[in-house]
């Protein structure tokens, strides 16, 4: 889809990186928002702060433009006809292009490794991932496509505010109809995943969304150490639930991790079981931690882009153990158009099976991009928090050849800038236009909301702002985890006192555990402090929280 970071887990690095040279080379809905006002916007993907040409206090600027789509927040607009020349785009330095993104995994794993004493590899730290870790409560179409909501405030630093555009779809029902799912689970049984809290916790995760699933949704299992098996054919789930749990069960581990036989397999079963009119998926369950097969792994990702473009088949990649080659399940995930998530704990796992994929196999959005346009009348900086994986080229924002993001029933996808706005500047800041495919009809869709700077004139900490603070706190927080400097940091010590402010408020375990993280990597990031570093911590998710 778009170029990704290469990294890996520290201590397995070195294995890791012979084993795949090939990819080496290459909710939480917490009441009160913050500022009001339709807003957002989107910045280069490779992170940096972008100064407008010419941009320095009192410039001429040029005239303020409308952005592509309507300006109206959470209007929807068809796509326009080729050739057609509905906007005068801005210059490209004032547009902001990616894929949308709902991976959560570097959040979660991050979190195991701190719960366990280490930092985690900058690297392998996406702020992204942390920030959708947490569902906003935003508002939800009616339909299959978004709710645009948008807001901001100040961060206190220089005229920089912070910029928040929120995304979201309508919940799935539960009880209503949907299309079926046909799911093909690989399954990791190597050696490796023998360490408690590795395949004993998907073989608990296979059991507890063998009693989610309906009737007419089906089931293929394949499992991979040095080869691949299948040990069940695609199955209607109906009458075959206890004929799924004694295979289930039956998963032991044995020998080593060749990945691409397990992928190859498992795609070759998903295809020979496919069904039309259902949500076709492999779901992909390991440590991603390969260490034989393909040493290409460039073939592996072709075949997962295959299967998506000829048959819509994508992939979600399930993450477990302390060590995870998190860099390989992503490209993976994103390769097959999906979105990856990591558990390390029973409650976890309940989230991920019983919670969210039962519900998510329906499918709101396919290939869905943002594209946020920034005025350079009022704008003289900008700067996306994370997404630099998820770059997309400006001009590329309607070519609907060019692969955006899966999004699913119930998702929420947050982007967030930090803008520093021109002294005295007044009107809107920037539109931001999310543009998605049906998936059923694969016919074009846009809707769009702008943010003005009257809407930013309230502080990021003033209170009655909890939702905007906790993005800004995971930001924040991910921003230090890997050495960055965004304007307004107010410290971790700080941070974390923030995020117990809000788990007192709203009773939110999870925000708790989030208050916990940023403590345990206060105390790592001392003045000695280094990755891999040992120190006590406990970072556990707890079970039963409403804002999960």
């Not at 929120?166 to 799912?181: E, I, K, N, Q, V």
Request: proline share 5%.
């Amino acid at each position: 889809m778009s170029r990704r970071r290469v990294t890996v887990d520290g201590r397995r690095g070195a294995r890791f990186r012979a084993a795949i040279a090939g990819v080496l080379v290459a909710g939480l809905a917490v009441g009160g928002c913050g500022a009001s006002g339709g807003s957002h916007d989107a910045s280069r993907a490779d992170g940096a702060g972008r100064t407008a040409p010419g941009a320095s206090g009192g410039g001429a600027a040029e005239p303020g433009y409308v952005a592509p789509g309507t300006a109206t927040p959470g209007a929807d607009a068809a796509a326009p006809e080729e050739g057609e020349q509905r906007t005068r785009p801005p210059a490209p330095d004032y547009l902001s292009t990616f894929a949308l993104d709902v991976d959560t995994a570097s959040y979660g794993y991050a979190r195991r490794a701190l719960s366990e004493g280490r930092l985690p590899e900058p690297a392998t730290v996406r702020p992204e991932e942390f920030v959708n870790s947490f569902r906003p409560d935003y508002p939800r179409p009616a339909d299959n496509g978004f709710g645009v909501s948008l807001d901001g405030a100040r961060t206190g630093k220089d005229g920089w505010s912070l910029v928040r555009v929120g995304l979201a779809t309508r919940g799935a029902d539960r009880s209503g109809a949907r299309p079926p799912a046909a799911l093909t689970f690989v399954v990791d049984i190597s050696g490796s995943m023998a360490e408690p809290g590795r395949l004993d916790l998907v073989k608990e995760s296979l059991g507890l969304l063998t009693d989610e699933l309906r009737d007419d949704d089906s089931i293929a299992l394949v499992t991979f150490s040095d080869e691949a098996e299948t040990r069940l054919p695609m199955t209607r789930v109906g009458d075959s639930r206890g004929r799924i749990r004694e295979v289930v069960d039956s998963l032991a581990t044995t020998s080593s991790t060749n990945v691409e036989a397990g992928v190859r397999t498992g795609y070759d079963v998903a295809v020979e079981g496919r069904r039309e009119g259902a949500t076709n998926r492999v779901v992909l369950l390991s440590d991603a931690l390969a260490n034989t097969g393909e040493t290409d792994a460039d073939a592996i990702l072709r075949r997962i882009d295959e299967e998506r473009r000829l048959h819509g088949i994508t992939l979600f990649g399930v993450g477990v153990g302390s060590e995870y080659g998190d860099d390989f399940m992503e490209r993976l995930a994103d390769k097959g158009d999906g979105h990856t998530t990591y558990v390390s704990t029973s409650e976890q796992a309940r989230k991920v099976f019983v919670d969210q994929l039962p519900a998510h196999v329906e499918l709101r959005a396919r290939d869905a991009k943002a594209q946020v346009a920034f005025d350079r009348g009022t704008v003289e900086n900008f700067r996306l928090i994370g997404y630099e994986n998820r770059e997309v080229a400006d001009e590329d924002f309607r070519n609907d050849g060019v692969d955006g993001g899966e999004v699913g029933a119930g998702h929420t996808v947050t982007a967030l800038y930090a803008v520093k706005t021109r002294p005295g500047a007044k009107g809107r800041v920037a539109t931001a236009t999310v543009r998605w495919l049906d998936p059923k009809t694969r016919a074009p869709h846009e809707r769009s909301g702008t943010v003005a700077v009257e809407a930013l004139s309230a502080g990021v900490w003033d209170g009655g702002h909890d939702s905007l603070q906790l993005t800004a706190i995971t930001a924040y927080f991910a921003d230090a985890l890997r050495g960055g400097d965004l304007p307004g940091d107010p410290g971790l010590a700080t941070l974390a006192q923030r995020a117990e402010a809000i788990a007192g408020r709203s009773g939110s375990a999870v925000v708790r555990e989030l208050a916990e993280a940023v403590r345990q990597a206060e105390r790592l990031l001392g003045p000695t402090a280094e990755p891999g570093e040992s120190a006590s911590g406990d970072g556990e998710l707890k079970s039963g929280d409403p804002y999960s």
